[in-house]
C-alpha cells in the first residue's frame, strides 16, 4: 500500500533527492521524516537511525515491514514494485544504458563529495570551506565531461537522457545538477546536461522533489 | 555469443575484478585486454580507450556491437543476457537487498578509494603514501562496519551474502576484501565478511578472477 511508505530524507541530500524524484513519478504517496545532517553532530549517527541504516546514510525508505537503504537500489526496487511509468528501458541494451548512466553520478561523483567526505577532508587534511569547494568542482567537472560526451554522442539520448521519457538516469542527474550549482561548478560545458535539467524542471515530479520545496527546508522550518 | 565478448581489464582494479568473476559464474568465455593504469600515465587516459570509456576508468566490456561501462550495470546486463546462474534472487525484496549490499560496496566504499582519488590527495593535500593508506582504511572500515552489520543481522544472509548461492552481492565484495588486504586493513571485526569471502575463495569462478591469476599481472608479465 502506498500509504505504508516512509522516507527517512534529508531537504538537500542527492541521494534523498533522487527517490522522492522516483516515488512522485511513481505516483506513491509517502510520508517524510526528516533526518537533519548536521544538527547534534548528524542525526544520521543517533541510535535508532542507525538500527534502520547501519551505514547511518538518507535515504531509507519504508515499505510495509521492509526497510530499503541505498539510493539506486531503491530505484531499482520502486520499478519492480510499480512498473508504470517504468524508469528503465525494455531492452538489456538500453537498460544498460541507463543504469551506466546513473552510476557514472551514482557511483563516480556524489559519493566524493558526499558530507562525510568533506568532513573527513576537513578532519584528516585540515581542508578549509575553499579547499573543499576546490575538491567539489573537480569531481563534479570530471564526471559531467564524461557525462555530456556519454549524452552527446549517443544517437538513444532523447528529450531525456535515453529516449523521450524520464528514467533512471535523469532521476540521478538532476540532483546532481543542483548540487554542483551549489557548489558554483561552471556547468557551460555541458549543454546537453543543461537541456535535459532544463526538461525535467517543467515537469512536477522533478520540481515537487527538490529540495527547497520539502518539509524539512530551512524556509519551512 | 560469448565469443565476441572482449574485458578491457586491469589485473589489480576491483571493478573489472566484479565483472570477471560474473562471466566466470556465467561460464562465458572472453578475451582480456589490458589497459594498464599507471604506466606511461595511465592507458586508460590515452584517446583509444577514453573514446570507449569517456570515463577513462575500467573496466569495459564490448559485446559484439555493444560497449558497456560501470561494473554494476554490466553485472545486471550480463544477468540479463545470461540469466544463468543467476546474480539476483527472484523477489523484489531480495533483488533489493543484493543491490543495497552491493552498492555499500560499489557507491561507499570503492569508489572513495579508487587510484583517481588517491592520486589528487596527493595532488590536492600532498598526501603521502601513509596518508593515503589511512584513508583507505577509514573508508573501508566505515563501509565493512556496516556491511557486517547488515549481514549478521538478516535471516537472508545464507552461505554467502544472500542465501546459500552467490550474487551480485559476493561478486561485489570479493574484491573489496581483496583490496582491504592490500591496504593492510585490519578485518578481524568483520567475521561473516570474512567468512563469505573464504567460501567464495573456494569457488573457480571466484579464484580464476583475481588479481594474481590475469594474463596482464606482473607475475605472468
Redesign the interface.
Not at 547501519?54 to 546514510?57: A, I
Given at each position: 500500500m502506498a500509504s505504508d511508505l516512509v522516507l527517512y530524507s534529508y531537504w538537500r541530500s542527492s541521494a534523498s533527492f533522487r527517490v522522492r524524484i522516483a516515488l512522485n513519478l511513481k505516483g506513491l504517496r509517502y510520508e517524510t521524516r526528516a533526518v537533519h545532517l548536521v544538527r547534534d553532530g548528524g542525526e544520521q549517527h543517533g541510535t535508532g537511525y542507525a538500527a534502520l541504516n547501519?551505514?547511518?546514510?538518507v535515504p531509507t525508505l519504508i515499505d510495509g515491514n521492509?526497510v530499503?537503504?541505498?539510493s539506486?537500489?531503491?530505484l531499482?526496487?520502486l520499478d519492480?514494485?510499480h512498473p508504470q511509468p517504468p524508469l528503465l528501458p525494455a531492452d538489456?541494451?538500453g537498460?544498460?544504458r541507463v543504469?551506466?548512466l546513473?552510476?557514472?553520478t551514482?557511483?563516480?561523483i556524489?559519493?566524493?563529495g558526499n558530507l562525510r567526505?568533506l568532513q573527513?577532508?576537513g578532519s584528516?587534511?585540515d581542508?578549509d570551506d575553499e579547499?573543499k569547494a576546490?575538491?567539489m568542482r573537480?569531481w563534479v567537472a570530471?564526471?559531467f565531461?564524461?557525462?555530456e560526451?556519454?549524452l552527446a554522442?549517443s544517437k538513444d539520448t532523447g528529450h531525456f537522457c535515453h529516449g523521450d521519457t524520464p528514467t533512471m538516469a535523469d532521476v540521478c542527474l538532476v540532483p546532481q545538477v543542483y548540487n554542483a550549482r551549489r557548489w558554483k561548478v561552471p556547468l557551460g560545458d555541458y549543454p546537453t546536461i543543461l537541456r535535459i535539467d532544463a526538461l525535467c524542471d517543467s515537469h512536477d515530479a522533478f520540481r515537487d522533489a527538490t529540495p527547497d520545496r520539502q518539509p524539512d527546508a530551512p524556509s519551512h522550518a
Open positions: 547501519p551505514q547511518e546514510l521492509r530499503l537503504t541505498q539506486m537500489a531503491i531499482e526496487y519492480e514494485t538489456a541494451a537498460r544498460a543504469r551506466e546513473s552510476q557514472v551514482g557511483c563516480d556524489h559519493p566524493i567526505v573527513r577532508l584528516q587534511f581542508a579547499q576546490i575538491w573537480h570530471t564526471g565531461h564524461a557525462l560526451a556519454m554522442s
